[in-house]
């Protein structure tokens, strides 16, 4: 009989021990490339949640521009997350996230079958947020009351088309 010396058992066994997760991996692969490239309540919790942010920056914005004495400062940081948010909207409707049984989204199926005027409705959200921020860069409270009526209409351009009226 063949004795091993104790270092090449244990060599064996590391082996053993390191390359079994590499084995188990393989078809945990395999499930991960069949399951769906979204997962639509996520995409729609994510999505919910940075329109909530552009929608409290916005009243803010408003809040702030009903004062004698507008903070400009306060408007400007509005003004940033109101940006941030026109971009990163452009990923927030993917295809396979819109209204579905079991899902609670206030997006019309519009948004998916009429993408040319979806797309126009976020040029304009981006254009207005480039305008407000503009505006608060240089500081003048009409110039700013003027980009943010502009804003408030790209808000409304696209909900009037892509969003389902709140239920009260
Ligand atoms: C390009 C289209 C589009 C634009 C522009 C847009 N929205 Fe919306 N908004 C939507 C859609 C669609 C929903 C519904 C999303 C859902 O329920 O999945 C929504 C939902 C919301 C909500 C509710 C979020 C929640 O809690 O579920 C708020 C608040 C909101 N928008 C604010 C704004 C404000 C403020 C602006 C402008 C600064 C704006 N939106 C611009 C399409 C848009």
Known sequence: MIRLPTSAVLTALTLAIVAAPLVASGPTRGAT?????????EVIRTRQAGLKEMGTAFKNTMDALRGSDPQ???IQQSARTIKNDSVAIR???????????GLKTAAKPEIWT??????AAQDQLARAAD??????????V?????????????CKNCHDQFKVPEQH
Do not use: Y
């Not at 490339?33 to 309540?41: D, E, Q, Y």
């Not at 990923?91 to 049984?101: H, L, T, V």
């Open 91 to 101: 990923g927030w409707f993917p295809a396979g996230s819109g209204p579905a049984p």
């Open 72 to 74: 400009i400062i306060m």
């Open 114 to 119: 009429k993408p040319v005027e979806f797309r």
């Open 131 to 140: 305008g407000l921020q503009a505006a608060a860069a240089g500081g003048n």
């Open 33 to 41: 490339a069949r399951t769906p490239a979204i997962v639509p309540a």
């Open 142 to 154: 009409d110039a700013i009351r003027a980009a943010a009526r502009a804003l408030g209409g790209a």
